[in-house]
């Protein structure tokens, strides 16, 4: 049994960019826990457990679904949730295909439920995790200048099944599903 999830890769060439461009407000966190680069992606949904039977059915249901044509998404501002004044998780956002990336999440999401595997429900909110806080922070200085120099710009032209417990770093990616098909 692993731990599940599917979720957005993030090509090399924009991880680097990211990585430089949010280096600046990342780095007097540098004592927490960071997201290695390795395992930057955006989460569509965080299955966790679940059995080998489930993950074969699920495999097959994510290589058949109709799930829509490739699309641009902008990475562009730090958040933290729950909010920037009680920061657990420092994340940096989407602006640019926000509306077409929570679309395929309520896709995935609902084909979820017509298996019977449960998710974790939380409202979608498109972002990549950089850093676990190890106690609530007021991150609210980070989020004056929040917004990146340039807005990173990448086509989201598949999505993953990602098991992270067969591999930390980079997670064991499971199944890899392409949009458009």
């Known amino acids: 049994m692993g731990r599940y999830f599917i979720g957005i890769p993030l090509p090399q060439e924009v991880k680097k960019k990211l990585k430089v461009q949010s280096w600046p407000g990342l780095s007097r966190y540098k004592d927490e826990k960071l ?3 390795a395992n930057w992606h955006l989460t569509l949904a ?7 039977s489930k993950v074969e059915e699920l495999k ?6 109709q799930w829509g044509a490739p699309f ?17 998780i420092l994340y940096m956002g989407c602006e640019k295909g926000s509306d077409d990336i929570t679309l395929l999440a309520q896709k995935v999401r609902r084909q979820l439920d017509d298996l019977g595997i449960t998710y974790d429900d939380k409202p979608f909110v ?12 007021n991150l609210s200085r980070l989020s004056e200048n929040g917004k ?6 990448f086509e989201v032209n598949e999505m993953i099944l990602f098991d992270s417990e067969k591999q930390k770093h980079p ?8 949009l458009g098909n």
């Open 148 to 153: 990146m120099k340039q807005e990173v710009v």
């Open 72 to 88: 641009k998404i902008g990475v562009r501002h730090f958040g933290a949730f729950p909010t920037m004044e009680e920061g657990r």
């Open 126 to 137: 498109p972002h990549i995790t950089l850093a676990r806080l190890r106690s609530p922070k």
């Open 46 to 52: 965080f299955i966790g457990n679940l059995e080998e």
């Open 35 to 37: 997201v290695p680069q």
């Open 60 to 65: 097959s249901l994510l290589q058949v679904f």
């Open 171 to 178: 997670y064991a990616e499971v199944e890899t599903i392409p």
